[in-house]
């Protein structure tokens, strides 16, 4: 069955630091996605990763940046951190145009 | 190009409809609905594709007129377990979604 793991659930950084989160699609799905949902807002699309490369990026700054490893998991670095940076990161795996499967999120809080 | 939900937001009644709205300055070929419960990952409801069909799920219904570049969510009768917020997603060369409608069920 598809499926998405996160890895921190929450994390908790202080302003300045570098935030590193995990993503890990099971079923080898090659296509992984990265969302920003900071509070009362909408999911915000950050990155697009596919067979190990970068596919497109939302608008965000450079001290978002990614990766995708050969077993296609991923991970998302924040550096520099904000205060605004604060959200629910989501990462989701999808198949072309069907439907996404969203992980549980990583509650990151910037202090 | 990020799709326009409306409205932001709505109270019902259990056993009202409601009708959320996604717009898209782009040309549509398909639609996603998700919804997304407090503290909860958003969880897929349907997909429409180029054509205009209408899909249903459970008393959750869609349109989609690629026409006027639209989609519409029809809840008919509903639940307390609808309540949540309803993102529609535009899959162009990423799935970009629209702001959300948070939807509100008061028995």
């Known amino acids: 069955e598809a499926g998405v793991t996160q890895s921190p659930t929450h994390l908790i950084k202080t302003r300045g630091q570098q935030a590193t989160l995990r993503c890990s699609p099971i079923s080898g799905h090659t296509s992984v996605y990265w969302y920003q949902q900071a509070l009362g807002l909408g999911l915000q699309f950050l990155l697009w990763y596919d067979e190990g490369e970068e596919r497109n990026r939302g608008n965000f700054p450079p001290r978002f940046s990614g990766r995708q490893f050969p077993n296609y998991s991923s991970e998302l670095n924040v550096n520099a951190l904000e205060l605004e940076d604060s959200a629910l990161y989501l990462c989701?795996?999808?198949?072309?145009?069907?439907?996404?499967?969203f992980g549980q999120g990583t509650r990151l809080t910037v202090v | 190009q990020q799709p326009v939900q409306s409205p932001q937001a709505v109270i019902l009644r259990e056993g009202e409809d409601a009708v959320i709205n996604c717009s898209s300055s782009?040309?549509?070929?398909?639609v996603h609905w998700y919804r997304q419960k407090h503290g909860e990952a958003p969880v897929f409801l349907m997909i429409?594709?180029?054509?205009?069909e209408q899909k249903g799920h459970d008393k959750i219904s869609a349109s989609f007129n690629e026409k006027k570049q639209q989609s519409s969510l029809y809840l008919t009768a509903s639940q307390l377990s609808y309540s949540g917020t309803y993102f529609c997603?535009?899959?162009?060369?990423?799935?970009?979604f629209g702001a959300g409608t948070i939807l509100r069920v008061k028995s």
């Open positions: 997603g535009i899959y162009g060369n990423k799935l970009v």
């Open positions: 782009k040309a549509l070929y398909s």
């Open positions: 989701a795996i999808q198949f072309g145009v069907t439907e996404a499967f």
């Open positions: 429409l594709l180029k054509g205009g």
